[in-house]
């Protein structure tokens, strides 16, 4: 521990996906790792990184905005050190220090666990920093993420993203593809189910791609499911051109496994998943569905979707709500598409009016919220196994916890049962709510 730190306390605010969560951990701790401890509110921070995103535009408005609020802070107590990270620092680097002088460090994805030493150096020569290099070099941290969750964790199994889809930022942000090693990732799953913890859910922006030289996807998943003693394994997310027999025979084979498959779909017209250079076709993806449902009948199969595609025509958006009618996923993350600099899609003109795109997203969403509700009400008199995650959002007298398929269910029970997995008989369902009565016996 570096004696200088020991008082001092950080504050990490953090935007976007799973990838940024589970980085913002692994930061909380490096640093507390090295004596620093966590502010309760930022105007006591000595040090307030904000982890951002990028992938939409709106993202990166919100996460802009935020530091700027930082500034008056800055100007109160300027010794406060004020970074960005992640994909916004990655993405505009230098030019951020530029714009925003209440900014001291800027560190791009791939550098942050350099963020002790780079810290360090600034504290001692009051010097602005940038880092973003490496964009292909290995992630490692010295230390054990700090997890607030003590019931489920993240664990990043690959950084980076090799495919090119047409649309997306991400493989400029978070760079080529590298696997950690399986050992690394078996021992700290193992350590994680020893301290408690329940479940794990596996990251990576494509999971399949994920081989360290010794085991690939299927491999990592049999080896975590067979020495690790955890009692729940999720993974996302899958693409749909990667999702192998393979990985569909190991979620069938192992119980510990929960058959919730995530693959985004994206659009339901080929021209348009070509023009997305997504690698498959409508035809491929709804023989995946066949695959996965002939294996497990009552797998929970999710997606993400976009709208407003450039090009994108009514007959073309249709398509992609007849594939949500012919697949009847359980649930989908929706969005308008979003213009990103430096992708190849930016080249296309963004020609489909906003309010086309915002009318085609409510349309989908309605469609969407009501196959929802119908595969949600079919559960109603089934018995689902359930991990207690907590007290209800909406009413501090009733659990909320997750399904197998991982579909929300609120029901009446102790607060001893948080951390547990119970036994639940569906009474009633909405399409983002499954509502439940205990039944563990019996
Ligand atoms: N790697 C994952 C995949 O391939 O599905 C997810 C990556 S991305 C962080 C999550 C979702 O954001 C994508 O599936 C896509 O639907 C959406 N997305 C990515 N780029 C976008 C853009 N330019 N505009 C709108 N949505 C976008
Ligand atoms: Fe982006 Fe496609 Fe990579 Fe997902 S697979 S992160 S959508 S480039």
Not at 28 to 48: I, M, Y
Not at 233 to 238: A, D, K, L, Q
Not at 347 to 360: A, C, F, S, T
Request: hydrophobic share 40%; net charge neutral; with cysteine.
């Amino acid at each position: 521990m570096l004696l200088a730190e020991k008082h001092l306390k950080y504050c990490l605010i953090t935007y976007g996906c799973q990838m940024n969560d589970a980085d913002s951990e692994a930061l909380a701790g490096e640093l507390s790792a090295r004596g620093w401890q966590r502010a309760e509110q930022e105007q006591e921070a000595d040090l307030v990184l904000v982890n951002t995103c990028v992938v939409r535009r709106s993202a990166e408005q919100r996460a802009l905005g935020r530091v700027w609020q930082l500034a008056p802070l800055k100007h109160k107590r300027p010794k406060m050190i004020v970074g960005i990270v992640g994909c916004l620092a990655q993405k505009d680097g230098e030019a951020l220090l530029e714009e925003m002088p209440h900014v001291d460090l800027v560190v791009g994805t791939r550098a942050l666990p350099g963020i002790p030493v780079l810290l360090e150096e600034l504290r001692h020569t009051r010097r602005r920093l940038v880092s973003v290099d490496g964009m292909d070099r290995p992630v490692v941290f010295d230390a054990e993420p700090l997890r607030e969750n003590r019931i489920k964790a993240m664990v990043t199994i690959i950084y980076g993203c090799n495919n090119d889809c047409s649309y997306c930022i991400v493989p400029q942000t978070r760079g080529r593809e590298w696997s950690r090693r399986a050992d690394d990732i078996v021992a700290e799953v193992a350590r994680l189910a020893k301290r408690g913890w329940r479940e794990v859910t596996l990251l990576g922006q494509n999971v399949n791609s994920y081989n360290d030289g010794c085991c690939d996807f299927p491999d990592l998943l049999r080896r975590i499911a067979s020495e690790t003693g955890i009692e729940r394994i999720r993974y996302v997310t899958s693409h749909p051109k990667d999702l192998s027999d393979r990985l569909i025979e190991t979620v069938a084979g192992a119980a510990s496994i929960c058959e919730n498959f995530h693959v985004p779909a994206q659009a339901g017209s080929d021209r348009i998943l070509e023009r997305m250079s997504r690698g498959y076709g409508r035809g491929d993806y709804l023989r995946l569905v066949e695959r996965i449902r002939r294996a497990i009948p009552d797998a929970a199969i999710t997606t993400d979707l976009m709208v407003g595609f450039p090009g994108e025509t009514d007959d073309e958006f249709a398509q992609t709500l007849d594939l949500a009618r012919a697949v009847r996923w359980d649930s989908a993350f929706m969005y308008m598409y979003s213009v990103r600099d430096g992708t190849p899609a930016a080249q296309l003109p963004d020609d489909v009016p906003i309010e086309v795109k915002k009318r085609r997203l409510q349309q989908l969403i309605k469609l969407q919220e009501k196959i929802s509700a119908e595969i949600n009400e079919q559960l109603t008199g089934s018995r689902q196994e359930v991990l207690v995650e907590g007290l209800s959002r909406r009413s501090a007298e009733k659990l909320m916890g997750r399904t197998r398929g991982d579909k929300v269910v609120v029901f009446a029970g102790s607060p001893e049962l948080i951390g547990q997995t119970v036994r639940v008989m569906i009474t009633a369902a909405s399409a983002y709510t499954l509502f439940g009565e205990l039944r563990n016996s019996g």
